[in-house]
């Protein structure tokens, strides 16, 4: 069966870090991929996706991501962190019929 | 510029009573769905529509019904609302049923069922 893990439920990260978030699937068929972003109290954001071609992936607000088959994996990535990216994170994989499959979430904190 | 609206954003039901929640979208989007979001859990599906006059069930459709008289409009109803409806609903809409439609998302209503 398909699924979607985001093994971190929180990440705390201080403000100017770099960040890396992890997401897992399973899926038999080549994967269409997807990072969301809640802000609080908000609805989801496409931050980026991926469907083919170049593995690494530039999204909004300067997230990348990389797809990597051999691992099964679609992490999500920024060099440094400001506190407004302090939100909720969402894994997401698709299929043709664009039935979407979500990971749980990665709560991410901003330290001062 | 509204995208996707979600009325109401709270709402308290007692076990057994019945009530509708409103999405409506003003970008003439084809696709739109429902989505439950639970502590944990990430989202799921609960019903979705590839176009007016068109409905089909999610991951999730028991207790809940939706229908889909025009492009705007996607309610969902809960017919006799339980404890386990306690949750955050969202309402998304894309251009086209292709996957690299991006969803847009409302921003939710929070509902609780005594």
Redesign the interface.
């Known amino acids: 069966a398909q699924s979607?893990t985001q093994p971190d439920?929180h990440i705390t990260v201080s403000e100017g870090a770099s960040l890396e978030l992890r997401c897992n699937y399973s899926y038999g068929a080549t994967p269409?991929l997807f990072w969301?972003v809640q802000s609080p109290?908000?609805?989801?954001?496409?931050l980026l996706?991926y469907?083919s071609g170049d593995t690494l992936v530039q999204g909004i607000k300067g997230f990348e991501a990389e797809f990597k088959r051999s691992q099964s994996s679609f992490n999500l990535r920024k060099p440094s962190v400001h506190w407004s990216d302090a939100a909720e994170y969402?894994c997401?994989v698709?299929?043709?019929?664009?039935?979407?499959i979500?990971?749980?979430?990665t709560k991410l904190i901003i330290k001062p | 510029n509204a995208g996707?609206t979600q009325t109401p954003k709270f709402q308290v039901l007692k076990t057994g009573q019945s009530m509708t929640l409103q999405c409506a979208q003003d970008m003439n989007h084809e696709?739109m769905s429902w989505y439950r979001q639970d502590p944990?859990?990430?989202?799921?599906?609960i019903h979705y529509s590839v176009g007016a006059g068109i409905t089909d069930q999610?991951e999730v459709p028991n207790g809940y019904n939706v229908s889909r008289s025009t492009t705007e409009d996607f309610p969902l109803r809960l017919l006799s609302a339980a404890p386990s409806q306690t949750s955050v609903y969202?309402c998304?809409s894309?251009e086209t049923?292709?996957?690299?439609?991006?969803?847009?998302?409302?921003?939710?209503t929070r509902l609780t069922v005594t």
């Open positions: 979607v439920i269409y969301y109290g908000q609805g989801l954001q496409l996706k469907f969402f997401a698709g299929d043709s019929n664009y039935q979407l979500w990971g749980a979430g | 996707v696709y944990g859990m990430g989202l799921r599906l999610g969202f998304a894309s049923t292709g996957v690299n439609s991006p969803l847009h998302f409302g921003n939710g």
